[in-house]
């Protein structure tokens, strides 16, 4: 097959213990996923999951143990930071249950949904889509992929966020809304999940603003953290 401009190349993300990579189809985020974090927004209580997306090569991706620069983003002065555990759907599907939404798992990475903050609400106050404070150039750093069975216990586990060696954002996954398998469910019924999709579950409570030369370091608790230093 002949193309009239050469196709992009897939993007993809390092697994561990495997040479082989995954590639990456879509991403999805849910909003407002941790209570805390929803009450800081101006929101409170266990709302129906919402979603909104990335595009696949606004992924920033990190080696596994090394640190990965991210250029900060035009048209913003308050730039945040988010971080998240992603889900790396390996068995597409639709209308997946939730008891059976383990079986879709390839496996967990941690990642940051960055955020222009004042793009997003200045949208938001006009009633407009905000995917300019979304789904801009590199606003998904994301880490190596663990395979799920590596991490059984991934569902308990701590989750943080440092910038320049002091805490921003700690909590744990047990703290989100909607679990994985939830998320899964309610997705997969707004969309065909495929392999090579990833799934940005939410952030604790503790986002705020960074800058040039600021240095983060996420975590969950079990996986390749990821080091992102601005640029």
């Known amino acids: 097959m002949h193309f009239v401009v050469t196709p992009p190349v897939t993007p993809s993300i390092a697994v561990v213990g495997e040479s082989a990579r995954f590639p990456i189809h879509r991403i999805y985020c849910v909003g407002r996923n941790y209570e805390e974090h929803a009450k800081e927004m101006g929101h409170s209580g266990r709302e129906a999951p919402f979603f909104f997306m990335k595009p696949a090569d606004a992924s ?92 059984p216990a991934i569902h308990s586990g701590a989750i943080a966020l440092q910038v320049n060696g002091q805490d921003r954002q700690r909590s744990t996954i047990a703290k989100l809304i909607w679990n994985v398998a939830e998320t899964i469910e309610q997705l997969s019924r707004a969309w065909t999940l495929q392999p090579g999709d990833l799934i940005f579950t939410g952030t604790p409570e503790g986002v705020g603003a960074v800058v040039r030369g600021d240095i983060l370091l996420a975590c969950v608790e079990g996986l390749e953290p990821l080091h992102v230093q601005l640029v």
């Open 60 to 151: 920033l991706v990190a080696e596994a143990g090394q640190p990965v620069s991210m250029p900060y983003p035009s048209l913003t002065n308050n730039l945040h930071h988010e971080v998240e555990l992603v889900v790396a759907i390996g068995k597409g599907g639709k209308n997946i249950a939730a008891a059976q939404a383990h079986q879709h798992i390839y496996g967990y990475a941690v990642g940051l949904d960055m955020t222009r903050r004042d793009l997003q609400s200045e949208m938001k106050k006009q009633g407009r889509p905000w995917c300019i404070g979304k789904g801009f150039d590199f606003s998904a750093p994301v880490g190596p992929i663990t395979p799920a069975a590596q991490v």
